[in-house]
C-alpha cells in the first residue's frame, strides 16, 4: 500500500537550517508529484511548493522561495524538504503528501501524506 | 492576491446536514478541493474537482459550486465527522487554502 514515511522531529535554532525527509513505497516513485504543506501551532494550512520525482523539477511559494529546496533521490525513493534561515515563525508541522490520478486522468493531491514532521525554531 | 474565505465555524446536531461554505474569486474559475483534519492528524481529502470524492470517502460528503462559492455539504452529519474543514483551489502559480472551518456536532 501506498506509504509516505516522514523523518523525526527537529530543534533549530534561528538562522539554522532544517532538511525533512519523505520516503516513499507502494508504488513507482516517479509517477507522481509530491507537495509540501507546513501547518504553525494552532493555525491553518500552507502549501509550500511541489517536486516531480521524474525530473526533480520544482515550483515554489513565491514567499519561501528564497529559502526553500525540494530535491528528491530516486535510488532512495525519497523526497526532501530543506528550509534555510529559519526563524521562529517556522515553527510548524511540516506534512509531505502525494499526488494521485482518477479514471479520467484527472490529477490531485492529498489523498496520501506523511506522518509530519514537527520543527521547532527557538533559541 | 486570492483569497478563500470560510467561517470560522459551523455547529449542528447528530443527523443534522451541515453546510460549509468557501467564497473568494478564484472559486469562481477554479475546482475547489476540501481536506478534513482532526486534531493530531495529517489533513484527509474528502472532495476535489468541486464534487468528486476520492476512493473511501462516504457519498454523504458532497460538493457545489455556486459561481464565488462553493458548498460542502455532510448530509446526516456523524460526530465523527468533527474536524475542521479547509478549502483549496489553483490556479497558475497561486495554491490557496481557506482559512479553516470548525464542524461542530453534538
Known amino acids: 500500500q501506498v506509504q509516505l514515511v516522514q523523518s523525526g522531529a527537529e530543534v533549530k535554532k534561528p538562522g539554522a537550517s532544517v532538511k525533512v525527509s519523505c520516503k516513499a513505497t507502494?508504488?513507482?516513485?516517479?509517477?507522481?508529484?509530491i507537495h509540501w504543506v507546513r501547518q504553525a501551532p494552532g493555525e491553518g494550512l500552507e502549501w509550500m511548493g511541489i517536486i516531480d520525482p521524474s525530473g526533480g523539477d520544482t515550483y515554489y511559494t513565491q514567499h519561501l522561495q528564497d529559502r526553500l529546496i525540494l530535491t528528491k533521490d530516486a535510488s532512495a525513493t525519497t523526497v526532501y524538504m530543506e528550509l534555510s534561515s529559519l526563524k521562529s515563525e517556522d515553527t510548524a508541522i511540516y506534512y509531505c503528501?502525494?499526488?494521485?490520478?482518477?479514471?479520467?486522468?484527472?490529477?490531485?493531491?492529498?489523498?496520501?501524506w506523511g506522518q509530519g514532521t514537527p520543527v521547532s525554531v527557538s533559541s | 492576491s486570492y483569497e478563500l474565505t470560510q467561517p470560522s465555524s459551523v455547529s449542528v446536531s447528530p443527523g443534522q446536514t451541515a453546510r460549509i461554505t468557501c467564497s473568494g474569486d478564484l472559486v469562481a474559475e477554479k475546482y475547489v478541493r476540501w481536506f478534513q483534519q482532526k486534531p493530531g492528524q495529517a489533513p484527509m481529502l474528502i472532495l476535489y474537482k468541486d464534487n468528486e470524492r476520492p476512493s473511501g470517502i462516504p457519498d454523504r460528503f458532497s460538493g457545489s459550486n455556486s459561481g464565488t462559492t462553493v458548498t460542502l455539504t455532510i448530509s446526516g452529519a456523524q460526530v465523527d465527522d468533527e474536524a475542521v474543514y479547509y478549502c483549496y483551489s489553483a490556479t497558475g502559480n497561486i495554491r490557496v487554502f481557506g482559512g479553516g472551518t470548525t464542524l461542530t456536532v453534538l
Open positions: 507502494g508504488y513507482i516513485f516517479s509517477t507522481y508529484h
Open positions: 503528501a502525494r499526488e494521485s490520478r482518477d479514471s479520467s486522468g484527472y490529477h490531485y493531491w492529498g489523498d496520501y
